[in-house]
C-alpha cells in the first residue's frame, strides 16, 4: 500500500510555489472524495417566529370558519391545532375560529372545530342552542349575558344566529333585557362628512388611514369605517360628540376634533397612541 504522506506532502509544497489559478487542487480532491456531502441540499430554514405557528395561517383559519367548511377541514387535517385558531382584527377585537363560526350561525363548522379541539364559550353554547348551559354561565356569574363578542356582536345575536332551532336561547336572553346590542350616539351626515378623509402620519405607503363612511361588509346602514391603507377595516361605534370605538374593542377611543382649518384625529390605547391631521387634499 502507498503511504499518503507523500501526496500530502506534494500538496502542501504546490500551495507555496503554484501560482493562485492552480490553488483549488486540493479543494477539488477533497469534493471528489466526499461527492454526498457536496451536493447535499441546504436545510430548510426556520422562522424567527418558531416554534409559533405562522400567522398568516391562524388568520385564513379564523377567516374561513366563518364560511368555508371544505377549507377548514383541509388546515385542520394538516395542523390540528388550527381548531383553536385566534386572530386580532384590529384594537385587540380578537376572533377565534369557533367564534366566527358562532355569530355567522354556522353548525356544521363550529360542531366540527369543538370535535376536533375548539374550546366552548357561552357564544358558541347560545348558537347551538344548549339553553342549560347557558342559564348556567349565567347563574355561576350574573350578568355575563352583557359581554360582547367578536366586533362587538351581542350574545343574543349569536342565539339569534341559529336560527329555529335556538329559539328558546333567543327568548330567555331576550327576556334579561341586556343581553342586545348597545344604543349608539346617532351620527349626523354633516358630522359623517366632516371626519371622512385620508389621515396621514408617515412616509411609508401604509402610513395612512381612511375613514370612510359607507355601507360595510353587508350592514344595511352606512357606518364610519377606518382602515389603515392595505388592511382590513373596523366600523367604528359613536358615543357622541364625534368620539368613537372599534368594534370589538370598546375601551379604545378614537377622536376628532376641530382645530383652526384642520381636523385632528386621536387614538387613545388606553393612552395616547397617534394624533394625524387629515391630509389636505382630502378636506
Known sequence: ????????????????????????VESALAALATPAQ??????????????????????????????????????????????????????????????????????????????KGARPSLFSSAMLGHLEVVKAFIAAQPGVQRIRGPHSIPLLAHAKAGGAATRPVFDFLQSLGDAG????????????????GSYTFG?????QIDITFESYL????????FARK????????????????????????????????AMLMTIEDPALVLGVRRSPKSS
Open 1 to 24: 500500500m502507498h503511504s499518503v504522506r507523500p501526496r500530502r506532502n506534494f500538496l502542501k509544497l504546490a500551495s507555496l510555489l503554484l501560482p493562485a489559478p492552480f490553488l483549488h
Open 38 to 115: 457536496a451536493t447535499a441540499p441546504a436545510p430548510p430554514s426556520v422562522s424567527d417566529l418558531f416554534p409559533t405557528q405562522p400567522p398568516e395561517l391562524a388568520r385564513e383559519m379564523v377567516t374561513v370558519s366563518h364560511f368555508n367548511f371544505k377549507r377548514v377541514q383541509e388546515l385542520v387535517d394538516a395542523r390540528p391545532s388550527l381548531a383553536r385558531a385566534a386572530w386580532d382584527w384590529g384594537f385587540g377585537d380578537w376572533e377565534t375560529a369557533l367564534g366566527a363560526a358562532s355569530h355567522m350561525g354556522n353548525r356544521p363548522i363550529a360542531e366540527y372545530l369543538i370535535a
Open 181 to 196: 346590542a348597545d344604543p349608539l350616539a346617532p351620527l349626523s351626515d354633516a358630522d359623517a362628512a366632516s371626519i371622512t
Open 203 to 207: 412616509p411609508a405607503m401604509n402610513d
Open 218 to 225: 353587508g350592514h344595511p346602514e352606512p357606518q364610519i369605517v
Open 230 to 261: 392595505g388592511m382590513m377595516g373596523r366600523p367604528l361605534c359613536h358615543l357622541g360628540d364625534r368620539v368613537f370605538y372599534p368594534v370589538g374593542a370598546s375601551a379604545v377611543r378614537i377622536r376628532f376634533t376641530q382645530q383652526d382649518s
